[in-house]
């Protein structure tokens, strides 16, 4: 099957990688040049215009960083929804809002053009395996079309249901994220003040199940205090101050990631913001009296 | 082995009867008359005051409602601790701080009586099957001596540390727990909102790690709007207090514990105190326009 | 001086008729019709599109609802920005965000045009009495030629400084009026709570400086439990949601307001959006066992 | 009149002076001894036991840190309470919680002694001055007697209700302190960021009905950036604590206090506590990128 395939960042260009050794045939195009050789010392085609990777494919993926940047490559004068084939599909794996991706669902199908929002769970790592989960809204014979391209990315499908949902779901997801590392970061310090041992907690709340099993991934970081980004906190905090609106937007009041979000704002004035999300238990553990 | 054991509430009744099935011989007693009838049946003594439970065990073991109703059976003119034989354990099961645990233990020890405390994790059917989960502060030695008590009425002790320390352990947990489920509340009322289906989400994020696995044994409660409480909420917003009153004391700031414990307070006024904590994503869903 | 009015609401309507007897001559348009009559009575012309209203102006003056509404009155194919003369002066009382404003200067400034950003403090009476407080954010030259327009139809100026900055002010007055409501509820109420009178606690804060004066105006609709809209619930919260965004896009943490802001979201979630923003004070009163 | 005084500290030592200089005759103690000299100067008998003091007194006053420190006092083997004269009068001006006071009052009535709770508003020069304001909590006839004390160290008396109203009163008094501290540092601190200059807006503000006058007191401190503490931040995160107890015994939710005393308590850790709690603006401010 031929695929184009635009944006080739630390993301994308592990997931291209992983479709090229699955037997898709590549277009691939990045705003900024030099990013395709890999993929064309195996085969890709690199092009010189979003449009141009766009006309070849019977799927078209996106993974780009804003709204704003998938608004602009899709549909600015030269962008590459007019470009598609008749009945291809474009699936957007970006990060971005419920509404945006209805918006652009709208786009794509008044050209006759199918669309998936398919955001991933899961970072580089993950990424370079083929292990990510791909979260998908749209309509099902779609998603079955495009099963072969999640499963040559990921380990796992979610259908979420329609155009959005893929979107709406990365986004409760991070809310869950975002919210059980403080909750996890404030029973910590809290236990730490009153004599536990650090070490001791984490062996103890690895065998409980009252907190988020994916805390446990970040131990290593926690007990180097090196905090290397996997997800930057400052991108946990855009995707919390994300849900705020559309909470706002959707008349759901959310008192707790509302303060949540101000503890990692200010875990960013502090200088927190490159390292990891995880380096928020850092911010708590200055109110520990040592 | 003869164990005094004070106080035969829902949890206290299901303890002692398990002590009994592993061959301990009780000596019972609890405020309110008429809690010892199957224990008494089984081959236990019932006497008429905590003293009196207390002067034949090597252990005595207490299961009390609050820090008020340990101290003044404890330590009043009648109170048990100074009919314990000399080097004996006190092992307090009650819920209460860490501090007071350590002055329980003072008082203890200045008697020769060794302490324990030891809170225990899981309700009513766990206590029932002997599947608690015992946390405990001491010394090692008499936490050895007590290990086949503990084993009899649970399925895991862990040793937390020093004095106070169990009890350390069971306000850390109890913050994690009542900090997730609010997590959980959010994320899922968000999605809801999105238009994501309840029954979707819940399958979806029983398969991710991003919330603790805890909430998905709430499914049952949430999915018949039946909140039958196994831990009251108002029992929860108790615990949030003192664990941010406990915070206070150490000098640790706990934003979001502070906010979610309101959060807590808010259903309480609206009439969720006697219902299950988990009935606080009842509480959120309030804001869902259907 | 020629004055193009654009917008008859509620507000825009009272300044208007404060103009017409300050001797401006008036250019109407109201999107709506039937709301110019009374000025038209009095000597007003009134046209049928903005643009016609704008083309007479050495003044032209909106009061629209939106940022989007004042975008598209402006800016659309048939917008009164094109239609206005050189080097006359738009000035927007609408409540909008700063970065707004600072658009809409620059569209002016481009085309010709000078710009004030002019909202309004003070709701339906105080317009009506041609007592508004006016704050303006542009060049002190423009704010001179100006000044008989805002004597007309405010009894204060506060040239707060460039572009932006007289929203950039209303955000500030908001953000403290919508704060200072919720300190003082929950001051209320706690004193309540413990037994002190509610017409006793309002005489003794009106001799104290420790909560915002604004609030014993609010005196009447509290003790009459009537809260008649001045300035509608829903509307404070979209404001301090707006103040939410605004900060998040200049990185400061704001972790009172965030949760103050989720607080009016409760109470509209109760049912009290529509009701004077005061009524938050009834919302906090449910917690007040009686 | 005889007035046996109780404490001298930073407050108690000025109201003592002021009630010297209004004709009272003073029998004082002081725990740490040498704060008596210049009152002993001017005549004051200065005596070893807090007893003592009481013992010649027709009104007795303490002025005490804490709720521990005045009931140790009072009701210790050698406490003042038992030495008080028959129907004579105990005024504690302490800041304590309301329930507290109602136990001392209990306290002082059945051994036939008449109460007052008196904690003032109000910090160290208006002390010096005798312009405090005296909150008062107790029977009508009682306050009456004491009024030319009151008049001796303040301004104003208010009687606030029974006993336990003044208490109540101070802690009312005390959480609009620093709600609307806070409230005005987030308002001034997204002006700022917007670009709005701080002595402009101080200007701008100190016209304005939008904040507690009281704030325009802080003025110089914040422009020197010189916190000298009047009233210690550590103290006002206490008082603040204090009311979230209180609003937690008597069932009210306080979400917004909740949040702000953890902002108190985050500036605490990063080293305010010790300055005028004014000084949490200095905290937000680092907020802003300058």
Known sequence: MEVGFIGLGIMGSRMAANLQKSGYQ??????????????????????????????????????????????ETALSADGFL????????????????????????????????????????????????????????????????????????????????????????????NLLLGSSMVAFSEGMVLGEALGLEQARLFDILSNAIVIAPFVFGKRGKIENENYDADFPLQWMQKDLQLASVSAYEQGVPLPAVNVIKEVYAQAIR?????????????????????
């Open 82 to 173: 007019d470009a598609m084939q008749p009945n291809s599909i474009w699936i957007d794996c970006s990060t971005v809002n419920p509404t945006f991706s209805r918006q652009m669902a709208m786009e794509a199908n008044r050209r006759g053009i199918r669309f998936l929002d398919a955001p991933v769970a899961g970072s580089k790592v993950p990424a370079e395996r083929g292990e990510l989960t791909i979260l998908v809204g749209g309509d099902e014979p779609d998603v079955e079309v495009c099963r072969g391209i999640f499963e040559a990315v990921g380990q796992r499908t979610i259908h979420a249901g329609g155009h959005g949902m893929g979107s709406a779901l990365k986004m409760v997801f």
């Open 26 to 71: 590549l277009t691939v195009y990045n705003r900024t040049p030099g990013k395709a050789n890999d993929l064309v010392a195996q085969g890709a085609v690199e092009v010189q215009t979003a449009a141009e990777a766009a006309r070849r494919g019977e799927v078209v993926i996106t993974m780009l960083s804003t709204p704003q940047v998938v608004e």
């Open 270 to 290: 502090d200088g927190l913001g490159e390292q990891d999300f995880s380096a928020i238990y850092a911010y708590f553990r200055r109110g520990l009296k040592v």
